[in-house]
């Protein structure tokens, strides 16, 4: 305590204040140290929290401390100049305080210009020894000083509330997600968008992000802080926000991490405000259930979870199902303009007809609009029918309200058969241009059919009058159903004798079934042998580089599409999984209850592994892309060389050759004594021959877009054009975590996008499906696939092999074909998946999304239909075929080739071979 600073300026100005009493001369003496006292105004500073900005106080602290010993030092040369050197009265000179003040700023900045100076022996001393304290002062403050200058940024304010809706976005900001969130954000084809975009990163924003921000500097701000602080949230004035998004890290090491992370931001978003809107972005499928405890989060409230393994893996299923699928949800889903060659003739060298084709199709997407009262009373079919005749639109889905409960609304996935009947306030979903081609859906019939005047107030009031006495009536018809049914807890069978209001109930209710087995099978009882690898065909290989302590993706989510009840039991396609042993055994606990589900343990990049997978038979091969363990970095190079073992592995497999004894239908070789091929391998070698590895279909998830450059070599594609412009994302063979990023997007301007979109891919997939299926297997429940027999799926009919490939022959439209299939088969056609070359059918394919109507058929097209029913195991009219079942109608698709009737020989597909099948 008495080596204090405040105790030596009580030692040096106390005494002089008692000697000046008692000898009542003034002597200003060590009077000027009390400036010394104003350091412990830091302390006050401190204590009492008057400044809240770490930086600025750590400048104020710092300014104090200049301040003391700059004006105490001038101080000490004022009291010696003026009284001189004690042996030598002559040295002392008459100067001021400020003069001396003047001068120490001079010597302390090692200006000295001289003009003024210290005359005495003992100022010139101290002289020396405070320009070293000077410069040392200066060298310890200067950081601070700089700091401080810098969070004088424009990134350290606050958000200025505009009249304009704003969104905040944190969690992963990066040079790569605010370029993809802001290109489908801020697309020009959001009509009537004028929301701002603030983003909220604890990191200042780099070069790319920051020219980004300055060049939609009216639409993009950012500021620095942490969605974690409730003052930050504050500073973007969260609570009067439209919505919060909160973005992930798809390259985390450590999802589970990085989850939990997000989930923290929604808790904390949700603390800070309990209405706000929350669209929150996960990597595992199991992080959802953590976010049903936080309080405040649900639908109420609008909230959006988007999981991007469970929409990934939902994705590539479906494409098993459907060639070509996920480039064709990807165009839909992303925001993308139409290139201006596309309808002109002067297109740059290069660009094909087929190119030229593809791109009109990747301008399309989805988007909701309300009907006009002109629809109401019109069935979904007519309704379908009057968009794509006169206003040149695809509806594909419907939202209607519920009969149970009015304030709430149910979404219905293509609903064709004349049985929903549309009422008042429905809304359709569409796959169009851009929004502006809907204001013809709400606007249509509301004029004349010159389309320049209005109709009469007269007509008007009496048409507004029969829409609100529809409603009322709707209204008093759903109360009384409500009233006579039971809450809709059990499922009513599907036939003519239902109600529609039940019919449409059943097809709205969401939970996902799949066919299951009797029992749980063990790990042990999955691995694949030789012996039984030679009876796969038409099989499903899933290629996977997960090591003992990656993270898990959630293999059940890819498995669960492929088991849908759509599919009828016996067409179901087996899944086989090739990886790392001790990886597949952890993935296993969410595969056992599956039935056609085996494992064949090694790497995937060994040519003898591929060749046991039997992959010259399979119906498609995934390749997904790996995570980085735990504790890898993961900077720019190495999320590049993330796809490596991807990469390789479809170069290899597309370099493989199979010989004539290899591909033989009758004959199979397994390296000891011949066994005799089952109907399946016969029929699929007949079908498909595979004498390369380039006729395998392969489907490969990429976490780089970029990556896209090396499955290609012979590829003509601009290395920096983007992804959905390469010769493989058109072709349907590729696959990037990319893409679904604008899912974030498409959830804040309308959520029941989101719906429809998983809907389309897994029907609605609920958290508590492993529990469902856990039940059924208890309980022995094998009638599943036959509860939900009018499930709206997607699908592919193969134009060859059915009844409609006269189309082609006789070259009729896609309209025709659209029209044909909607009234006749209550098929939806969404797109076509093409042969780029129409003379070789087995050659390599293309997407066209909502194709246009004057569109002339080829016979070997294959239509992109939502269809009400079972589908045969490969999702297409080949073998088994496509049926699209509905009520007392059903349309089966057979097959118009010949093929040649050889001698049948069942053969157990998971069991040991029988003594008559060898040779």
């Known amino acids: 305590m008495w080596l204090e600073l405040a105790s030596f300026v009580d030692f040096f100005t106390i005494p002089p204040v008692v000697v000046t009493i008692i000898t009542s001369h003034t002597w200003l003496g060590f009077r000027f140290m009390r400036i010394l006292r104003l350091i412990q105004f830091s302390d006050i500073i401190r204590i009492t929290g008057i400044i809240k900005s770490g930086s600025l106080l750590q400048l104020t602290i710092a300014a104090i401390n200049f301040f003391s010993f700059w004006l105490a030092a001038a101080g000490f040369i004022h009291m010696i100049e003026n009284y001189g050197d004690p042996w030598n009265e002559d040295s002392a000179q008459d100067i001021s305080y400020l003069t001396c003040v003047y001068f120490t700023m001079v010597t302390m900045s090692t200006v000295g210009y ?48 505009e009249e304009r809706l704003h969104v905040v976005v944190c969690g992963h900001v990066t040079e790569e997600s605010v370029g993809n969130f802001l290109a489908d954000f801020l697309h020009k084809d959001r009509a009537n968008n004028n929301t701002v975009v603030v983003f909220l990163h604890t990191e200042t924003p780099s070069i790319a992000v920051a020219a980004l921000i300055k060049r939609l500097y009216t639409r993009v701000s950012y500021i620095r802080g942490s969605a974690l602080h409730p003052r930050d949230l504050q500073r ?92 064709f949800l990807a165009n839909l889903v992303c925001m993308r303009s139409e290139p201006h060659f596309v309808h002109n003739a002067s297109s740059p060298a290069g660009t094909d007809e087929w190119e030229k084709m593809y791109l009109h ?7 909701p609009a309300a009907l006009s009262v002109t629809f109401v009373g019109k069935t979904f079919d007519d309704a379908v029918r ?72 007269m007509e008007m009031t009496q048409l507004s009058e029969k829409a609100t006495s529809s409603t009322k009536r709707s209204s008093s018809i759903s109360n009384m159903l409500s009233s006579m049914m039971s809450p809709m807890k059990q499922r009513l069978p599907s036939n003519n004798a239902v109600s529609p209001v039940h019919r449409m109930m059943t097809l709205a209710d969401m939970s996902f079934e799949r066919h299951c087995g009797a029992s749980r099978r063990t790990y042990e009882e999955a691995i694949l042998e030789h012996q039984q690898c030679l009876h796969l065909s038409g099989h499903i290989v899933v290629l996977m580089f997960g090591q003992r302590d990656s993270s898990l993706l959630g293999l059940n989510y890819l498995v669960a599409p492929l088991r849908s009840v759509a599919i009828a039991h016996k067409d179901s396609k087996q899944v086989v999984f090739v990886g790392n042993g001790e990886y597949l055994r952890r993935e296993w606990p969410s595969l056992e209850n599956f039935e056609k589900v085996g494992v064949i343990e090694g790497s995937p ?74 109907d399946t391998r016969k029929q699929r070698a007949r079908e498909h021959p595979v004498r390369h ?76 499906d492993r529990q469902l299926l856990a039940d059924v297997n208890q309980n022995g429940d094998k009638d599943v696939e036959n509860k939900r027999s009018d499930d709206c799926c997607v699908g592919q009919v193969d134009l060859f092999s059915s009844p409609y490939a006269h189309y082609g022959e006789d070259r009729r439209t896609y309209g025709e074909l659209f029209l044909e299939l909607l ?42 239909v939502l269809c009400n029913g079972k589908l045969g195991g490969t999702g297409r009219a080949e073998h088994p075929p496509v049926q699209a079942q509905q009520s007392d109608v059903v349309v089966q698709f057979t097959p118009v080739k010949k093929v040649l009737k050889v001698k049948e020989t069942n053969q157990p597909l998971f069991g040991p071979l029988d003594d008559t099948s060898s040779v």
């Open 114 to 161: 001289g003009d003024e100076g210290a005359g005495t022996a003992i100022g010139r001393a101290f002289v020396v020894f405070f320009i070293v304290g000077g410069l040392a002062l200066f060298a310890s403050y200067t950081p601070v000083i700089v700091d401080y200058i810098q969070t004088l940024s424009p990134y350290e304010g606050e958000y200025k509330k």
């Open 236 to 327: 973007v004035k969260l609570q009067h926000a439209a919505a919060c998004i909160v973005l992930a890290n798809k390259y985390s090491s450590d999802p589970d991490g990085e989850d939990s992370a997000n989930i923290m931001r929604v808790i904390s978003a949700k603390n800070c405000c309990k209405t706000i809107r929350v669209i929150v972005q996960l990597i595992q499928v199991e992080s959802k259930l953590t976010l049903q405890n936080i309080p405040g989060f649900g639908p109420a409230c609008g909230d959006d979870v988007i999981c991007i393994n469970e929409l990934k893996l939902g994705i590539i299923a479906q494409n098993c199902l459907s060639p070509g699928f996920s480039t």
């Open 361 to 367: 199709g990747a301008a399309y997407e989805l988007y």
């Open 386 to 457: 009057i968009c794509y005749d006169e206003l040149d639109l695809v509806m594909f889905a419907i939202s209607v309200t519920d009969p149970v409960n009015p304030n709430k609304h149910r979404m219905l996935l293509s609903p064709v058969g004349g049985w929903l009947t549309i009422m008042p306030g429905s809304v359709g979903f569409f796959i169009a241009e851009d929004a502006r081609q809907l204001e013809r859906v709400k606007t249509y019939g509301l004029y004349g059919r010159d389309k320049k005047r209005m109709r009469s107030d």
């Open 605 to 678: 990049l060994d040519s003898n592994i591929l060749k046991k997978a039997s992959l010259n038979y399979c119906e498609m091969c995934i390749v997904l892309s790996p995570r980085p363990n735990e504790g890898q970095p993961t900077v720019m190079d190495d999320v590049a060389l993330m796809d490596k073992e991807c990469i390789l592995t479809t170069l290899n497999i597309k370099g493989m050759k199979y010989s004539e004894l290899e591909n033989n239908p009758l004959v199979l070789y397994s390296g000891g004594p011949a066994v005799v091929g089952d």
């Open 693 to 768: 590895g380039a006729d395998i279909p392969i489907l490969t998830d990429l976490v780089l877009d970029t990556n896209v450059q090396f499955l290609d070599f012979d590829d003509d594609d601009d290395k920096a054009v983007e992804l959905y412009r390469t010769t493989s994302f058109a072709y349907g063979n590729v696959i990037a975590t990319s893409v679904l990023d604008s899912v974030m997007s498409s959830a804040y301007f309308n959520s029941d996008i989101v719906m429809a979109i998983k809907l389309i891919i897994s029907g609605q997939f609920k958290l508590s």
């Open 823 to 864: 009234e006749k088969e209550r098929m939806l056609c969404l797109g076509l998946y093409r042969c780029r070359n129409v003379l070789e059918p087995n050659g390599p394919r293309y997407v066209i999304t909502a194709p246009r109507s004057i569109i002339q058929v080829h016979e070997y097209d294959r239509v992109f």
